[in-house]
């Protein structure tokens, strides 16, 4: 295999799972600024793309009240704001990209485009928005007082957000519009920044994004449903897409979000998809078989059952556990991507669902073994699924540090990953030197000033 694979790493806002284990007590927690610094340092040191962090105004819920086993085990429950963390993290750190989740249901444009590109000044250029409609909608819902919106006008919703977003981002200042001449006491050009208007189906607005413009423009944007609707989403507007679930669904999935991004008149190759991997690294594959099952033995499956209603809303042990789930519970209106690929003519058991969030949560299951051994599977689920690389997840025990320290460099040996990431932004990481802005067969592009002059 000759492509060379984005890598990115996963972290959520949230307290991982050492702090319960005997002996790390002590490990810095995730309140403690260091623990992201030094997070990001040493991603960067690695060599790879770019840190995702992953965030979530919501928690388990099953009939509108907060489900015990959350609090009592810290299921998807403690998190900070990851936003918050960005311009430490973008202080310590000179190439490496950063990635944050805001929802389309909480935020506003307004707010999102300002602070997208102020972290983008502060950064050189190196942020990426992961747009979402938001996991555990209906805590989010009860959260900020608000009916729980069905699960397709969520994504209507989040169309209309991205579009007003992108009119901010790209229409606003012309690429000379910023003057800063002391000469003639002159800012901005006013003929070369615009007000925009908008009316659409869940946001209007008349107004101008008063940050100039940032090394990016317009943040490079990411995407992570895989319902229906959000590959459409991610077709229209991603630049990179994370996607996890086994080899054959997979495959399909990245071929439908390529197919639905030609339509879109982007090209098959506009997309950066991304598979959301776990990997266990050890001494043999005995030893790795050997910790991945201990991990199982330590999660029940009351756990398992809190982690799957946080995504779906869906309650498995109210079901019958020794059938499969009955396809109404695709009807749910909070995330169906984890209902859609437990449904159809092969379908689990519900006991089987609830082992396999037991033993992979959402993420399929774990590359296991030595970093030899692990890179081999890695590059087979590659070759199967026309993917682009990987979003990794921390292994429960050790973090990033085995993945880091062990499988980089194996990639680094095979000329799997870049040598050097090209450019300076996150853009450039992703598509290459001199890619610094939106293509123009992305539809923010139509946006541009000169590009409606054009139309007009």
Not at 61 to 70: C, D, E, R, Y
Not at 318 to 323: A, G, K, M, T, V
Not at 351 to 356: F, K, T
Request: charged content about 25%.
């Amino acid at each position: 295999m000759t492509k060379q694979l984005t890598i990115g790493m996963f972290q959520s806002g949230a307290v991982r799972r050492t702090w319960n284990m005997a002996g790390r007590e002590t490990d810095r927690n995730f309140t403690d600024l260091e623990y992201w610094t030094d997070l990001a340092r040493t991603c960067e040191a690695a060599g790879v793309d770019f840190l995702f962090l992953a965030d979530s105004y919501g928690y388990p819920t099953l009939n509108s009240t907060i489900i015990p086993t959350a609090v009592e085990r810290n299921v998807q429950f403690s998190t900070i704001d990851p936003q918050m963390l960005m311009s430490a993290l973008a202080s310590v750190t000179r190439t490496l990209g950063l990635v944050t989740t805001v929802s389309t249901m909480v935020e506003k444009p307004p707010t999102v485009t300002r602070q997208y590109r102020t972290l983008d000044h502060l950064s050189g250029g190196r942020m990426g928005w992961n747009i979402v409609t938001g996991s555990a909608q209906a805590a989010s819902a009860l959260l900020f007082g608000e009916p729980l919106m069905p699960h397709d006008d969520r994504y209507a919703k989040a169309d209309d957000h991205v579009e007003l977003s992108l009119k901010y981002w790209e229409g606003c200042w012309e690429d000379d519009a910023l003057k800063m001449d002391s000469a003639t006491g002159t800012w901005a050009d006013p003929a070369k920044v615009h007000e925009i208007v908008h009316d659409g189906p869940f946001f209007s607005a008349k107004g101008v994004l008063v940050t100039p413009p940032s090394p990016q423009v317009t943040p490079t944007l990411f995407q992570a449903g895989a319902s229906s609707a959000g590959r459409e989403l991610a077709a229209k507007y991603a630049e990179a897409v994370f996607l996890a679930a086994e080899s054959k669904a997979l495959a399909d999935q990245i071929a439908d979000i390529r197919r639905r991004a030609d339509e879109n008149g982007r090209g098959r190759d506009a997309v950066k998809c991304l598979i959301a991997g776990t990997f266990r690294v050890a001494d043999s594959a005995e030893d790795a078989l050997a910790q991945h099952q201990a991990q199982i033995e330590s999660i029940s499956l009351e756990h398992a059952a809190t982690l799957y209603a946080y995504y779906t809303g869906v309650d498995l042990l109210s079901l019958d556990l020794d059938r499969a789930m009955p396809a109404s519970a695709a009807n749910t209106d909070s995330g169906r991507t984890n209902v859609e690929r437990f449904l159809g003519p092969d379908a689990p058991t519900v006991r089987e669902i609830l082992e396999e969030f037991r033993a992979n949560g959402v993420m399929g299951k774990p590359f296991l073994g030595t970093p030899e051994e692990v890179v081999d599977q890695a590059v087979a689920m590659i070759e199967a699924t026309n993917a682009d690389g990987f979003l990794v997840q921390p292994d429960p025990d050790s973090g990033h540090d085995l993945f880091l320290t062990r499988v980089m460099p194996e990639l680094r040996r095979r000329g799997l990953i870049k040598d050097e990431l090209p450019g300076t932004t996150l853009r450039e990481h992703l598509f290459g030197e001199g890619r610094t802005r939106l293509p123009d067969s992305h539809p923010g592009a139509a946006f541009r000033p000169a590009n409606l002059r054009v139309l007009a």
